[in-house]
């Protein structure tokens, strides 16, 4: 499924839509970037998107190059307008795409597209496989906390957030529409999935629902 027909968006639309779409995205995605070493040279984004975080990763790194990889190729080209010669792109799922050696590897909102705990750890190991020594990997999604109480307050917060651009009927389907697709890891598990797949994960930002978790690959 494209990007625009899983957000039930035009996806000229996408880039403005976002933010209404997922609290604090700005933040999130600077926090993202700000932690891509700045000696990398290769970046890899899986599910690139429009580009909005390679694009921040390519200012705080400008000798670098982005890799980007998604399933949309629709997506794709707007992703190199956005990028220009500093970016190459590959058509392809994460699971069958190859991953090149890299110095960092980045994702946002895209790995919750990943369908299983066994799915994320393959993807994972094929990560930490692709990243030289000292590489990192950084991913911004949704995780959700592991209580049934605690998750259900933040889904509220979230829904919140909907609530101030959309009605509650608007909000109810998208949210109904995004759970055809998603599988949101509570956040524990996310880190016990990194540390199966030889990372060492650390939370680098967390709100509500959402936070940015770092898997480091460390010199011994």
Do not use: N
Request: hydrophobic share 45%.
């Amino acid at each position: 499924m494209s990007v625009a027909a899983h957000l039930g968006i035009d996806l000229a639309e996408y880039d403005a839509r976002i933010r209404t779409f997922i609290p604090d995205y700005e933040e999130m995605l600077d926090v993202a970037a700000s932690a891509v070493p700045r000696r990398a040279r290769t970046i890899v984004d899986l599910g690139t998107g429009t580009g909005a975080l390679s694009q921040r990763c390519l200012d705080r790194v400008p000798r670098a190059r982005i890799v980007g990889i998604d399933a949309d190729p629709d997506v794709l080209a707007v992703a190199a307008k956005r990028l220009g010669r500093r970016a190459t792109f590959v058509a392809g799922t994460f699971g069958r795409t190859p991953i090149p050696s890299a110095d960092a590897i980045v994702a946002s909102l895209a790995l919750h597209h990943v369908p299983t705990r066994a799915a994320k750890l393959r993807l994972y190991r094929r990560t930490r496989a692709a990243l030289r020594r000292g590489g990192r990997f950084v991913s911004v999604d949704c995780h959700p906390a592991h209580d049934a109480s605690l998750a259900a307050l933040q889904l509220r917060t979230w829904r919140d957030h909907l609530r101030q651009t959309y009605d509650a009927r608007a909000t109810g389907a998208l949210f109904r529409a995004w759970a055809k697709d998603d599988h949101y890891t509570p956040l524990e598990t996310e880190a016990e999935i990194m540390q199966s797949a030889r990372f060492h994960p650390e939370v680098l930002w967390r709100k509500g629902a959402f936070a940015v978790v770092l898997g480091e690959v460390r010199l011994r």
